[in-house]
């Protein structure tokens, strides 16, 4: 699904129009964004948890050449499904 899905089915949904879903859409990604930026998680009970995790520095090899390669730290988003999520797509 696009985004573009996304909004029509958020629309047709909620009664919003059409810009008024792409607000909220991306309202929310904005939101979310900020929200992990700040180090702090988002949880949308029976839907799921948004976080992150600290990725420490290590080392790795590319594969064509067999060199060793410095990777660096870094912040992995993560999202771990709800119950009531997990009970709709196993319908």
């Given amino acids: 699904m696009s985004k573009a899905e996304l909004i029509e089915a958020i629309a047709a949904k909620s009664g919003l129009t ?7 859409l991306d309202a929310f990604m904005s939101a979310v964004a900020e929200t992990l930026k700040k180090g702090d998680k988002i949880t949308l009970t029976g839907f799921g948890t948004f976080g992150t995790s ?19 730290a870094r912040t992995s988003v993560s999202f771990k499904a709800g119950s009531k999520l997990k009970e709709a797509v196993n319908k």
């Fill in 54 to 72: 600290k990725r420490e520095a290590r080392n790795g090899r590319n594969p064509r050449t067999g060199e060793v390669v410095k990777i660096a």
């Fill in 18 to 24: 059409k810009a008024d879903s792409s607000r909220a």
